[in-house]
């Protein structure tokens, strides 16, 4: 079995003491094999915020992928950020822009999806999508197949249209096609999960809330997810978790579940009903 933590949009430099240390107790208990972190790792891209993110990060003492958001390129140093713009994220991070993760039954792919010449908008590059693509279709068909992206691939209300990522009906389209299974994202600060209507295969979006910042959204409170797949789950299904942080408890508790049913053939569809499975 693997179990996945997906955090997003931390933005250390607004982060909160007490559910850094919340999030910190529940990747313990909950015991990780990876965590994703899905972008927006620090408010201003400050070298301190940078640092505070990766010692966090190493708190939680499970491997890491990560991707970065367009927070983590510096805003008001213009220089840095045409010439140099993740010099401060790599000095942290590493290099990798776009790490993949393998295991026997999980494949995580990362995408960079941020711009400098952007102001926070992202997109995905034709290169990009067929880089992706090939590392799909030479997944094993035991693995969860999954992509990481910064900006969410699908919303589900209009008012988000405009924060979609630019490419991503033909990422989705692409990714899809050669076995997609899940596309992670963040940015928006509105944890859901939204199967995919239309595309060759079965595919659904993830979006994470924000993990420990102070920037919620009106009645959303910090959050993460947790995705577990392999023998706990009954056979063929992904459960994913959405964990919310309680102020009263001062910690992260369940708040609701979605399990899917990745295809692993090309005659299921991503609007068949069998996709996205009601749980108590």
């Given at each position: 079995?693997?179990?996945?933590?997906?955090?997003?949009?931390?933005?250390?430099?607004?982060?909160?003491?007490?559910?850094?240390?919340?999030?910190?107790?529940?990747?313990?208990?909950?015991?990780?094999?990876?965590?994703?972190?899905?972008?927006?790792?620090?408010?201003?891209?400050?070298?301190?915020?940078?640092?505070?993110?990766?010692?966090?990060?190493?708190?939680?003492?499970?491997?890491?992928?990560?991707?970065?958001?367009?927070?983590?390129?510096?805003?008001?140093?213009?220089?840095?950020?045409?010439?140099?713009?993740?010099?401060?994220?790599?000095?942290?991070?590493?290099?990798?822009?776009?790490?993949?993760?393998?295991?026997?039954?999980?494949?995580?792919?990362?995408?960079?999806?941020?711009?400098?010449?952007?102001?926070?908008?992202?997109?995905?590059?034709?290169?990009?999508?067929?880089?992706?693509?090939?590392?799909?279709?030479?997944?094993?068909?035991?693995?969860?197949?999954?992509?990481?992206?910064?900006?969410?691939?699908?919303?589900?209300?209009?008012?988000?249209?405009?924060?979609?990522?630019?490419?991503?009906?033909?990422?989705?389209?692409?990714?899809?096609?050669?076995?997609?299974?899940?596309?992670?994202?963040?940015?928006?600060?509105?944890?859901?999960?939204?199967?995919?209507?239309?595309?060759?295969?079965?595919?659904?979006?993830?979006?994470?809330?924000?993990?420990?910042?102070?920037?919620?959204?009106?009645?959303?409170?910090?959050?993460?997810?947790?995705?577990?797949?392999?023998?706990?789950?009954?056979?063929?299904?992904?459960?994913?978790?959405?964990?919310?942080?309680?102020?009263?408890?001062?910690?992260?508790?369940?708040?609701?579940a979605s399990d899917i049913r990745p295809a692993r053939s090309a005659g299921v569809h991503a609007c068949s009903s069998?996709?996205?499975?009601?749980?108590?």
């Amino acid at each position: 079995m693997s179990i996945l933590l997906q955090i997003s949009d931390t933005h250390f430099g607004t982060a909160q003491p007490a559910v850094v240390e919340a999030l910190v107790a529940l990747a313990r208990s909950q015991r990780p094999d990876l965590t994703v972190l899905s972008g927006d790792i620090t408010q201003r891209a400050r070298p301190a915020q940078f640092r505070a993110a990766r010692a966090f990060t190493d708190r939680l003492g499970v491997p890491l992928v990560a991707v970065p958001g367009n927070h983590d390129i510096p805003l008001f140093d213009l220089w840095t950020r045409l010439r140099h713009p993740y010099a401060r994220y790599i000095a942290s991070f590493g290099n990798d822009l776009e790490p993949v993760h393998r295991s026997p039954d999980v494949l995580v792919v990362c995408v960079n999806t941020t711009r400098a010449r952007r102001h926070k908008d992202g997109e995905v590059s034709a290169q990009q999508v067929e880089r992706v693509a090939g590392l799909l279709e030479n997944a094993q068909p035991e693995q969860l197949r999954v992509v990481v992206v910064h900006q969410p691939a699908a919303v589900i209300r209009e008012e988000d249209a405009p924060n979609r990522l630019h490419g991503h009906a033909a990422a989705l389209e692409r990714w899809a096609q050669a076995g997609a299974d899940i596309v992670m994202g963040g940015h928006i600060h509105l944890p859901y999960v939204k199967p995919i209507a239309g595309l060759a295969r079965p595919l659904c979006v993830v979006q994470a809330g924000t993990a420990v910042s102070s920037r919620v959204r009106q009645g959303v409170p910090n959050s993460v997810n947790l995705l577990r797949w392999g023998q706990d789950c009954a056979p063929g299904l992904c459960r994913i978790e959405q964990w919310d942080y309680s102020a009263g408890n001062q910690a992260f508790l369940l708040a609701r579940a979605s399990d899917i049913r990745p295809a692993r053939s090309a005659g299921v569809h991503a609007c068949s009903s069998p996709f996205l499975v009601p749980n108590g």
